[in-house]
């Protein structure tokens, strides 16, 4: 049986425009239990670790500005106002969101609010070193496994500690 051909994202494309490797997953773990979420993870090599979501916010003197940290850690607001260049920062409201970056909740990628947007965007420093991680591929149950610096360099993206401590 052939191997079905999924179309690939806006993202995707950008990346391919710009020689930056990926390897492409269709797969979704917010609907699965635990055991189903580390069977998926461990059939495609990966630790839930590795997923990072990317957050939208506004600033009170930037407007929007993206975050970028582990699926299994909290955004230290404080943080990332400080790096952004804003006294404070608030998350977007759903239906802010996708206004904003044109994504649905669950979906942002980095790359597509940049080449859309080009808001600034933050990577937490956890990233720096890291040989991969797994960000949205803009559509829900898609992601992309890449090396982070070579997005950071895509999108102009500055590491720097965004994590709640």
């Known amino acids: 049986m052939a191997k079905k051909k999924i179309k690939k994202t806006l993202p995707e494309q950008i990346m391919d425009k710009h020689d930056v490797a990926y390897e492409g997953f269709e797969f979704n773990i917010l609907d699965k239990t635990e055991a189903q979420r580390d069977a998926l993870l461990e059939k495609f090599n990966v630790k839930h670790a590795d997923?990072?979501?990317?957050?939208?916010?506004?600033?009170?003197?930037?407007?929007p500005v993206v975050a970028i940290i582990p699926i299994t850690q909290h955004l230290a607001m404080k943080k990332l106002a400080h790096v952004s260049g804003n006294k404070?920062?608030?998350?977007?409201?759903?239906?802010?969101?996708?206004?904003?970056?044109g994504y649905v909740h669950g979906a942002n990628n980095p790359v597509g609010i940049w080449q859309n947007k080009h808001f600034p965007i933050f990577i937490d420093s956890t990233a720096e070193t890291a040989p991969y991680f797994l960000v949205s591929a803009g559509e829900l149950g898609r992601s992309d496994k890449v090396k982070p610096k070579d997005i950071a360099t895509l999108v102009g993206a500055t590491f720097a500690d965004l994590l709640d401590k």
């Open 51 to 63: 997923i990072y979501k990317t957050l939208a916010a506004t600033g009170d003197k930037t407007g």
């Open 88 to 101: 404070k920062v608030t998350m977007l409201s759903l239906k802010e969101l996708q206004k904003t970056t």
